[in-house]
């Protein structure tokens, strides 16, 4: 009689149980482990990273006692060490069924087959580390990886190591937008002024600032006493006005996008699409393109505001009695210079080329999280967009003609710009002149100081450096972006089609118009 192994315990189940958990593991070690950005770390999963993640974790080793401490750490830096040799030498996980003290195996990376490599042990690399503490031993592993794929890539010309995708981990494209999502969001697009001024009795401004998330939950609070009410109120305007503002301010900070699953009767009880899962049949927005990007439901992030057990009539509190909204934000991850080029490679408006040199340039922050003005900013180091200098300028005339020329070499030859001029005027004060293809354009101006460009003028004249209709769709759209405290205030326009000005929209929180 053969023993069937029990499933909890079969190397397929501990295999799917540790990819299922690798999300949590790499948000921890980011969140926890390595707050702070420790010693310069930065969660760009390259090899450099991995000389500090070493560090840390023979500081770590040396000061924490405590077992259950030190465990978490190992199996979090077991996650990000992982993925980056995967990133390294392809492949993907598997599961070693060898018991390891109290554990039944190990998860392995499986470097490419065509490698012809043996699996590495994060665990036991680890330990390896901890034991010889010269600094370097991940370091070493990584190189070994490299050498193997430097000599197959001269056995076979063109060949590249191919990762398997790690679910929830790598990043991917947003599902397509299905009518009924298309539907809400204009929905509730038109109707904010009218929701605003029902809920708020018109006296709150609706800008999308972080800030605002506070406001909206003392009034999640102060409507509803318990979740029941809450949940009889859920397809009311006000909570689905509440669940759309929740999902713009993440988005229009943070580069997340819309989506929707509708229910699909095939699938398994509790996932994604069936009745059961909480993400099926109501819209949430999510950082598919992002590496461990964040994903939340707004109608539950506001359920969450309410005790499940207030039933005194009192206004519920959070739980853990930190509040609110607002630290929803923490969980996505905002557009970098990296995640910018990207997006701009996979629509062709931009090279590879192009994005490695402006990224090489770039190392230190590269992979930095950009606060919305810098997103926008990032557009014009990539060569896309155009910017206007809201501070002070040295020479009025000289500024309006780097912006117009600037422009203009976006269009690739379309359209030229000569004889820019600055000039009084008997009706409008001043006029800008300038030679657009050699035709004559005026557009007046006004200017409050000598040292500051007249913006408005500028989105009235940067239509006539659109590309003719007939030969180039693209258009110049301004970018607008959430106002933080102490951010930047130039203007950008950015040279897109309609199609390319929909995903910048939508994937990077921007608007455009």
Known sequence: M???????T???HLLQEWIDDLPYRLLLLEKVHLAGHWMGFTFDYSATSLEVLEARLLEHDDSVQEAGERAEFVDS???YLGEVLLGTAGGGWGWNTRPVGDLPGQPVVRPDPALELSPVAPRLLIAYALRVRTGTAFAEEVERLRQAVTARRQEVPGWEPVKEHTPRVDPTEPLPEPPVLTAWLDERREALSQWAEDAFEGAWRWNFHPDTLGRLEAVVRQRFATVQEFDAAR???FVQGACWYVGEVIRRNKGAVWQYLPLDPAAEPGALGSRESAWTGVPFVDQPDK???GAAIPLVCLRELLRSDA????PGEPEDGTGGLREV????????YAHVGALLARMGMVSREKVDGVLAGYTEFGHEELPPHEVADALASFGVAISAHADDVDYLEESYAGILQEAAALTDGAVTITDVRLRPDEEYDEVLEFARNGVLVT???EHASEEYLDHLAIMEFMHHLDPDPGDDPRRFRQVDFVRLKDSGYDSYFVLVTPEQATVLEKELGLELH
């Open 329 to 336: 934000l923490i969980w996505f991850r905002s557009s970098t």
């Open 2 to 8: 053969v023993t069937e192994t029990p499933h909890e």
């Open 77 to 79: 830096a077991m996650a």
């Open 311 to 314: 039933a005194d009539g009192e």
């Open 235 to 237: 397809d009311e305007p």
């Open 291 to 293: 590496r461990v990007g």
């Open 10 to 12: 079969s190397p397929r």
């Open 443 to 445: 557009q007046p101006v």
